[in-house]
Structure formats: C-alpha cells, structure tokens
Antibody, heavy 117, light 106 residues
C-alpha cells in the first residue's frame, strides 16, 4: 500500500534552516510529483511547491521564492523539503503529498516545525 | 492570483444534509477536489475532479461544479463526518486551496 512517512518534529531558531524528509513506498516514486503543503493549526492549507522525482524539476510558490528547496533521493524513494531563513511565522505543520494527476491522493502524517528563540 | 472562498463553518443535524460551497471566478471551468481533515490528522481526499469518489469514500459524499460555485454535499451526515473540508484547484501551475469549512454535527 502507498505510504508517505515524514521525519519527526523540529525546533529551530529564527534564521536557521529546516530540512524535512518524506519517505515513500508502495508505488513507483519517479512517476508521481510530490507536493509540500503547510498549515498553521486551525488555519488554511498553504501550498509551497512540488518536485518531480523523475527529473528533479521543481515549481515553488512565489511566497517562498529564494528560501525554499526541494530535492529527492531515488535510491531511497525519499523527497526532501528545505526552508531557510526561518521566521516565527514559519511555525506550522508541514505535509508532503503525492500527486495523482491533479489531486493529492496520499499524504504524509505531517511534521511540526517550531521556530522560536 | 486566483482565490477560493469558503464559509468558515456549517452546522448540520445528525442524519441531515450538509452543503459546503467553494466560490471562485469561473470555477466551473476547473477541476475541483475536496479534502476532509479531522483534528490533528493529515487531509484526505473525499471528492476529486468535481464529482468522483475515491474507493473507500461513502456514497453520501458527492460533488458538483458549475459556473462560479463548486459544492460538496454530505447526505445523511454522521458524527464521524465532523471535520474541516478544503477545496482545491489548479491555477495554471499553482495549487490553490480554499480557506476551509468546519462542519459541525449537532
């Protein structure tokens, strides 16, 4: 069965970077885009961008241009999202999600990131 | 940028019908997807491409999309349907989510 398992919670200081992993299984990793979405609890989902694991092509929301990177490791079927120059407003739960053409059919469990001095 | 408008909350009696709307400019020309998110959990798709139900999603969940409004309908609401519901479309190469509607079952 398809699974996306994310790395654990992170606590970072303002200005630092965070890198979250999303290990996938149960399908052909390189055939489906992976998206990253974040959510402040109780608020809306915010799309961050996507990576095509097949060719490593990425597309980012303009809200994160310059401080967001997405990579993948095809040997472990894992996608990564790195956000730099963290602000307190970046404290949120971060999700990875598998794209099935145009909708997200499977999601990771979420990773809490707390940015605090 | 493209915007999706959802009511913040909807209350519905047990066994009644809940209607969750998602407004957007000419949204009827787009494919709309709906996600259910229960407290503390990841979202889960309940309707994709306007009116298609993934396997395992009960028939009481249905969707429609026309002109400027997409609608998620939950018939015979059960207590377990209490959750936040988000609509989703693509705007060119960008993903757009609605603000979410909290469905409360009375």
């Amino acid at each position: 069965q398809v699974q996306l398992v994310q790395s654990g919670a992170e606590v970072k200081k303002p200005g630092a970077s965070v890198k979250i992993s999303c290990k996938t299984s149960g399908y052909t990793f390189t055939h489906y885009v992976i998206h990253w979405v974040r959510q402040v609890p109780g608020q809306r989902l915010e799309w961050m961008g996507w990576i095509n694991p097949g060719n490593e092509y990425t597309q980012f929301s303009q809200n994160f241009q310059g401080r967001l990177d997405m990579t993948r490791d095809t040997s472990t079927n894992t996608a990564y999202m790195e956000l730099s120059h963290l602000l307190s407003e970046d404290s949120a739960v971060y999700f990875c999600a598998k794209d099935n053409g145009d909708y997200f059919d499977f999601w990771g469990q979420g990773t809490q990131v707390t940015v605090s001095s | 940028s493209y915007e999706l408008i959802q009511a913040a909350s909807v209350s519905v009696g047990l066994g009644q019908t809940a209607t969750v709307t998602c407004g957007g400019d000419k949204i009827g020309n787009k494919n709309v997807h709906w996600y259910q998110q229960k407290s503390g959990l990841a979202p889960m798709v309940v309707i994709y491409r306007n009116n298609k139900r993934p396997s395992g999603i009960p028939e009481r969940f249905s969707g429609s999309n026309s002109e400027n409004t997409a609608t998620l309908t939950i018939s015979g609401v059960q207590a377990g349907d209490e959750a936040d519901y988000f609509c989703h479309v693509w705007d060119r190469t960008t993903v757009v989510f609605g603000g979410g509607t909290r469905v409360t079952v009375l």
